[in-house]
């Protein structure tokens, strides 16, 4: 279904500002968007992809991922979509950017991707955090900011996701009791590294492979931290080509325990799909809880 017709107008005349010859657009509704509806425009010669959702539900959400963007392309590493708009009309926030035609994934590409990803997670900052709260898919995230990892692990990613699933009777009085033998156990999981700039959320569904076999990254949820969770998140569901974590070893060595800070990294990501989706995520978070009771 297209947008309101006050809507497709507000679109029509941002997209007036940027092409100014821009003819009368074409909305096609596709796939790709969980929480957001999502089209493709097509005016003229131009295609723009177009992401639409409410502005009072999911406030400056937006607005958050242009600045997530802006961050890992300025880096000038890896790709990312350009933004040509934000706005907000109505009730309604309105984001504009570049279509990415998709392109075949090769064995260069996943390679490209792996030395790529090394090199961006090279780029640190004196924290762990960002300066402002962003989101992880649609929950708010907050980054303060930690000196040292596995404060801002424990007291930013975990224990406010595992209060948000106990209070929504997710968890049992017994699993936060779990997280805490857990928590006196990171220390020892994670060696000393310097922040790393993240994706944040990279799973399958949030990269894309544009008509060079170049890697693309779209929706994150940007901050510094460790970079098992990028590596960690490649595996949640399904992982990505074999290419991709040997160019990245190469380029960036991983610890000889990469495993099992990936299992725990993955807690974080779990935890908001059981608060999004339910239970059927728990036994995944029970599975690593038991193997550090």
Same mark, same amino acid.
């Given at each position: @279904?297209?947008? %309101? ?118 780029q640190s900052a004196s924290y762990f955090g960002l300066k402002e709260a962003n989101y992880m898919g649609s929950v %708010?995230? @907050? ?17 406010? @996701? ?34 790393? $700039?993240?994706?944040?959320? $990279?799973?399958?569904?949030?990269? @894309? ?7 693309? $990254?779209?929706? %994150? ?31 960036f060595p991983l610890p000889s325990n990469y495993e099992e800070q990936w299992q725990v990294c993955n807690l974080y %990501? ?18 690593? $809880?038991?193997?550090?009771?």
């Amino acid at each position: @279904m297209n947008p %309101p017709p006050a809507l497709q107008t507000a679109i029509q005349q941002k997209l007036s500002a940027h092409f100014p010859a821009s003819q009368k657009i074409n909305f096609l509704s596709v796939g790709g968007g969980s929480i957001n509806d999502t089209y493709r425009l097509s005016f003229g010669d131009q295609t723009v992809f177009c992401k639409i959702n409410s502005a009072t539900k999911f406030p400056q959400l937006f607005e958050k991922e242009k600045t997530g963007l802006a961050l890992l392309g300025e880096q000038g590493i890896m790709k990312v979509p350009s933004v040509v708009d934000f706005f907000e009309f109505e009730d309604k926030q309105v984001l504009l950017m570049e279509w990415v035609p998709e392109g075949e994934r090769t064995e260069n590409f996943w390679k490209l991707f792996g030395e790529q990803l090394a090199a961006l997670h090279q780029q640190s900052a004196s924290y762990f955090g960002l300066k402002e709260a962003n989101y992880m898919g649609s929950v %708010p995230q @907050m980054n303060h900011q930690h000196q040292s990892w596995v404060s801002f692990f424990r007291e930013v990613r975990l224990q406010p @996701m595992v209060h948000l699933c106990a209070n929504k009777g997710l968890l049992s009085t017994s699993h936060p009791q779990a997280f805490e033998k857990l928590y006196k156990q990171l220390a020892n999981v994670f060696e000393e590294e310097k922040p790393s $700039l993240l994706h944040g959320d $990279l799973w399958s569904g949030n990269f @894309m492979c544009d008509q060079n076999s170049k890697p693309v $990254l779209i929706d %994150p949820a940007v901050y510094y931290g460790h970079r098992s969770i990028d590596l960690a998140m490649t595996r949640l569901f399904g992982g990505f080509r074999k290419p991709f974590y040997d160019a990245y070893h190469y380029h960036f060595p991983l610890p000889s325990n990469y495993e099992e800070q990936w299992q725990v990294c993955n807690l974080y %990501p779990l935890l908001i799909h059981l608060y999004l989706f339910g239970s059927s995520y728990l036994s995944q978070i029970e599975r690593t $809880l038991k193997a550090f009771a």
